[in-house]
């Protein structure tokens, strides 16, 4: 019952906001580790003010986790999982009543693949929600398609 009012919440609150521009703007980009494998490294800038939150929360009853969802391919294999670093703060949060964990101004991500051809870009999607002080707004995904090239 909880989770449905804070989705509730956030609904309301992202359609009042959603005249806004979005306080996330994402990159992807790749980085060549050997022949076959490849860094996919996503950057997250974050405006001043708001966050994101890590793929690893201890509950899905707070706010959506980031989460990365990479199109299936037999040209493309997940190494391991996807690793993230940045100004990372994890604390108490009154409003969800749990840790947390979230990025602020800057959240990178990468995922190691290894691939049997590199002229064929890797895509997904990214699923993440942002927050203020005062305020949630919806899950939001955002597509992707990373050229190795």
Same mark, same amino acid.
């Given at each position: 019952?909880?989770?449905?009012?804070?989705?509730?919440?956030?609904?309301?609150?992202?359609?009042? !906001?959603?005249?806004?521009?979005? $306080? *996330? %703007?994402?990159? /992807?980009?790749?980085?060549?580790?050997?022949?076959? @494998?490849?860094?996919?490294?996503?950057?997250?800038?974050?405006?001043?003010?708001?966050?994101?939150?890590?793929?690893? !929360?201890?509950?899905?009853?707070? $706010? *959506? %986790?980031?989460? /990365?969802?990479?199109?299936?391919?037999?040209?493309? @294999?997940?190494?391991?999982?996807?690793?993230?670093?940045?100004?990372?703060?994890?604390?108490?949060?009154?409003?969800?009543?749990?840790?947390?964990?979230?990025?602020?101004?800057?959240?990178?991500?990468?995922?190691?693949?290894?691939?049997?051809?590199?002229?064929?870009?890797?895509?997904?999607?990214?699923?993440?929600?942002?927050?203020?002080?005062?305020?949630?707004?919806?899950?939001?995904?955002?597509?992707?398609?990373?050229?190795?090239?």
């Amino acid at each position: 019952m909880k989770h449905l009012f804070f989705s509730l919440i956030f609904i309301l609150a992202g359609n009042f !906001l959603t005249a806004q521009e979005t $306080p *996330v %703007k994402w990159s /992807f980009t790749a980085e060549k580790v050997t022949e076959q @494998e490849y860094n996919l490294v996503i950057i997250a800038n974050i405006e001043s003010g708001w966050s994101v939150y890590s793929q690893y !929360l201890e509950s899905d009853d707070g $706010p *959506v %986790k980031t989460k /990365f969802e990479f199109q299936p391919s037999k040209n493309v @294999e997940l190494v391991g999982q996807t690793a993230e670093s940045g100004n990372k703060k994890e604390s108490y949060d009154e409003l969800f009543g749990m840790n947390l964990i979230k990025f602020s101004q800057k959240a990178q991500f990468t995922q190691r693949v290894k691939v049997i051809d590199a002229s064929e870009p890797v895509s997904g999607f990214v699923t993440y929600m942002s927050c203020d002080e005062t305020s949630c707004l919806p899950p939001t995904d955002v597509d992707f398609s990373i050229s190795l090239r």
